[in-house]
């Protein structure tokens, strides 16, 4: 190695020595710096067919390492393209980092191949947004990006550099400098007191977590929390599977009753958004006594009785250790109830022998094929709202979707950042037919790098999370219909992948069988119902 590199190797080293193993992008001429800097430091390049799977899966192995993924898009278009997957990754506090070219600084202003200030576009999305102005700076503002995406609330951060200084050059570094993120504040001794007589006195306490602890590694200071304190547990997003299935104070199909009947709510590492009515009745009690313990007050739009802020994973410890407290048998009883009654009213579903096939029934023999670390990537509307129901993981990490933001499109790209993260598990992507069409084509980087993943698509011939509401709501649907029984499998087979359609409940796992066999990125069609309606209860707006 020679003792300078231009600013593209200077960034490429900074990224490695900071744990970064894989690069998504779209081959650009404004960033072929930072691929061959790449490419010298034996990072593995992953080319995708839309810039926005590039981003989205840079987001999509951050959901499932907890490290910070990274992409590398040209300027213009390659950045306009990738800014749903920032709008996602900071909905969702995925801690990514995109990186853009830049028309060159020495013609700025004067009309150069896609110029546009991308700073001005991005920065309400991202933790940081900046551009590079010297090849000097390269190395350190690389690895202050990283820092700052990993750190506190985790989120996405964004660098353009402009051409010429992607081609200028500085010393290399030596590597003296180690990555460590700010996690926070250690927490208050008084507030987790306080917190702790709260839990001790109440009669019918709840928890409900998120996200934000899979960011901040706490999914076992969690589970110690809700096991010394008895305490029944639901979650949303990235905290599914901090307890496994069957376990005693696991309650997914009793939330109903768990939030809208507790007197004191522990709210932790979620925000009160849609998903909980925003901490209202009927989904929150009104007179429940709340305790925030989160990163931050972000989108916690009611006044707790206790906010604990700052270091989620040390809170979550200091909380476990101040507190213990005999079983509740009557209330945990009663949720028993709740639970084991939502369960059984959905056997009707889950056992259709109907064709098309009900999703629900597709989803149930998808969830009975998998390993028990087998990966689930959600994406979709309906569908996906069905598997969302039914899929239980046994631990954290193991089911991914596109979150509170929604953007379809995105499965592909994290199932892609999925089986590259752990080759030697099962991957199975659970595609809507609308949201299949958004990156259909991204089966053709799966070929060409050798990604064996396997798609599931539940495909009804229409976009039922808007058919069914709008013929509910409005006696109509206007653009909710797609041409049924389209040849998916068939796209895929042309493009160098397995596919079968499947029409029939009884031929599902024998196709999943030999999906998994073809050692190929795969597609099993499955022709659904199209008049199955999710029983939702949110609202979706």
Not at 200 to 225: C, D, F, N, Q
Not at 259 to 274: M, W
Request: some cysteine; charged content about 20%.
């Amino acid at each position: 190695m020679s003792d300078s590199a231009n600013a593209g190797e200077l960034i490429a080293l900074a990224l490695k020595r900071s744990g970064v193993s894989h690069l998504f992008t779209l081959n650009g001429g404004h960033i072929w710096p930072i691929l061959t800097g790449a490419a010298e430091h034996g990072i593995r390049i992953v080319d995708v067919r839309h810039e926005q799977s590039a981003a989205f899966a840079a987001e999509g192995w951050a959901k499932v390492t907890r490290e910070c993924g990274v992409a590398a898009v040209t300027a213009g278009p390659g950045v306009t393209n990738s800014i749903s997957a920032l709008a996602q990754a900071q909905a969702g506090d995925s801690p990514m980092f995109l990186i853009g070219g830049r028309a060159p600084e020495a013609r700025w202003g004067m009309g150069s191949l896609q110029e546009m200030d991308h700073v001005a576009v991005v920065q309400s999305l991202t933790k940081k947004a900046v551009t590079l102005r010297s090849a000097e700076q390269s190395y350190p503002v690389a690895a202050d990006c990283i820092r700052t995406a990993l750190s506190r609330r985790t989120g996405p951060v964004f660098m353009d550099i402009p051409l010429d200084v992607f081609f200028g050059s500085d010393e290399i570094p030596e590597a003296t400098e180690h990555l460590i993120a700010d996690h926070g504040p250690l927490p208050d001794p008084d507030a987790i007191e306080k917190a702790a007589r709260l839990v001790r006195e109440a009669k019918r306490p709840a928890v409900m977590a998120g996200g934000s602890v899979w960011w901040a590694h706490a999914e076992e200071e969690l589970k110690r929390l809700v096991e010394v304190a008895h305490l029944p547990l639901n979650v949303n997003g990235l905290a599914r599977g901090v307890l496994p299935p069957g376990h005693p104070l696991f309650f997914p199909r009793a939330r109903g009753p768990a939030l809208g009947e507790a007197d004191l709510i522990l709210v932790i590492g979620v925000p009160l958004d849609f998903r909980l009515n925003w901490g209202q009745s009927p989904v929150f009690a009104d007179d429940a006594r709340l305790v925030f313990i989160d990163v931050d007050d972000l989108r916690k739009h009611k006044a707790p009785d206790v906010a604990i802020y700052g270091d989620l994973k040390a809170s979550l410890a200091a909380l476990a250790a101040a507190v213990e407290t005999p079983e509740r048998t009557e209330w945990l009883a009663h949720l028993r109830e709740a639970e084991a009654a939502a369960r059984a009213r959905d056997t009707a579903m889950t056992s259709s022998d109907s064709s098309p096939v009900h999703p629900a029934r597709l989803i149930a023999e998808v969830n009975r094929f998998g390993d028990p670390d087998a990966i689930y990537v959600g994406d979709g509307g309906d569908f996906v709202s069905f598997a969302g129901r039914l899929i239980e993981r046994p631990k954290p990490g193991l089911w991914i979707d596109p979150g509170p933001f929604g953007c379809l499109g995105s499965g592909a790209a994290y199932a892609m950042a999925a089986k590259l993260a752990h080759p030697d598990r099962q991957v199975i992507l659970l595609s809507g037919d609308g949201a299949f069409g958004f990156s259909a084509m991204e089966f053709d980087t799966m070929v060409r790098h050798r990604i064996p993943v396997v798609c599931v698509v539940g495909n009804n011939g229409i976009w039922a999370l808007e058919k069914h509401p709008m013929e509910s709501m409005l006696g109509m649907s206007v653009a909710a219909d797609l041409a049924p029984r389209t040849r998916y499998d068939k796209v895929v087979e042309a493009l160098g992948g397995y596919g079968e359609m499947v029409e029939r409940p009884n031929q599902i796992r024998p196709a999943l069988d030999r999906a998994f066999a073809s050692g190929l990125p795969a597609c099993i069609n499955v022709i659904c119902d199209p008049k199955a309606e999710y029983p939702r209860s949110s609202v979706l707006m």
